[in-house]
């Protein structure tokens, strides 16, 4: 059973340049609200080589790496998914070994408090040394990033993960399923409101919204404005637990053309804010900027008032 899922950080989960590779937010979000096989919450943390390994070790030398450490992790924004860092992120100076030492796996562990052996953790990297090592030696369970030039790995894209990690940690648990299908989904584009069992086990019916851009002429501001339109379809996932398919990607013509009418209806009518004239009751929605820079038109309210 794997209560515990470690990850490298660099060429993992970041680039060469400390920026996340896509859809690693949305998967670290998922996977930590994953549970076990026996229904306990699944323990994530870092384990990376970083830090001169030497001797002496000192106090002092272990502070200032993992100082250097920590605002490297700030930087990436993927701090809050590791917090409390005392416990949940562990170096190569804290056991003056590197990674695949059997060693600083059982310090991360140790620091972490979990009550695991290394046969109940999943290592995810891209080093394929490592991977060997901690699969052949150290008896861990292990999911291989894709890195530069390689041709051997078991994904290539963070959207992917959690449905990989999802299967191996607790197979059939129905939670779990629904936050894997959710991150993949959002990598589409796409908001997961339900998903239920379909005809067949390796596949699930969904609902959700598509954030999909229209244009109306006439409104330079409303020039690729996404709107929120409803979609459902069928995941079909693959032995491992990985999506295989999605259906559909896209939002019909006629659903494109639907939403199009409507949102010239509510600029025509002064419902949106700062487009057009003013209703007499007010606007009803505004566009706003999401966090990848796209603009949406959101409700604000149900009725005018």
């Known amino acids: ?9 660099g060429m993992t989960l970041i680039d060469e340049h400390h920026r996340p590779f896509p859809h690693v937010e949305d998967a670290l979000t998922a996977i930590s609200g994953f ?23 000192t106090d002092a030398k272990v502070k200032a790496s993992f100082d250097q450490f920590l605002t490297i992790l700030d930087g ?9 860092v005392d416990k949940r992120v562990t170096l190569s100076i804290h056991g003056n070994v590197e990674k695949p030492n059997r060693k600083i796996f059982e310090e991360a562990l140790r620091r972490l408090g979990a009550q695991a052996s290394l046969d109940q953790c999943l290592f995810v990297t891209e080093e394929a040394d490592h991977i060997k090592a901690a699969r052949d030696t150290l008896g861990m369970t292990t ?4 890195s530069a030039g390689s041709s051997d790995f078991d994904f290539d894209d963070w959207a992917e993960a959690p449905a990989l990690i999802a299967n191996l940690v607790a197979p059939g648990q ?30 699930m019916h969904f609902t959700g919204q598509m954030w999909s851009p229209v244009t ?3 409104y330079d501001g409303l020039k690729d404005v996404r709107v929120a339109i409803p979609v459902e379809g069928k995941v079909t996932r693959g032995r491992r637990g990985e999506v295989r398919s999605v259906a559909p990607t896209q939002p019909s013509s006629e659903q494109i053309a639907e939403a199009t009418s409507f949102v010239r209806s509510l600029a025509a009518h002064g419902q949106i804010a700062g487009q057009g004239g003013k209703g007499p009751m007010g606007p009803t929605h505004q566009i706003e900027t999401d966090e990848k820079g796209n603009r949406r038109l959101v409700r604000k309210r149900f009725s005018a008032v």
């Open 1 to 9: 059973m794997i209560r515990v899922v470690m990850f490298d950080l």
């Open 35 to 57: 549970k076990t096989a026996d229904g306990k919450k699944l323990l994530s943390c870092l384990v990376s080589n970083f830090g001169l390994v030497s001797e002496p070790v």
């Open 76 to 84: 990436t924004g993927l701090r809050p998914f590791f917090e409390p």
């Open 143 to 146: 999911l291989q990033f894709r």
């Open 174 to 203: 129905a939670a779990n399923t629904h936050a894997a299908i959710k991150a993949h989904l959002a990598a589409k584009g796409i908001d997961l409101l339900t998903s239920e069992p379909a005809e067949s086990p390796d596949a």
């Open 216 to 218: 109306v002429p006439g």
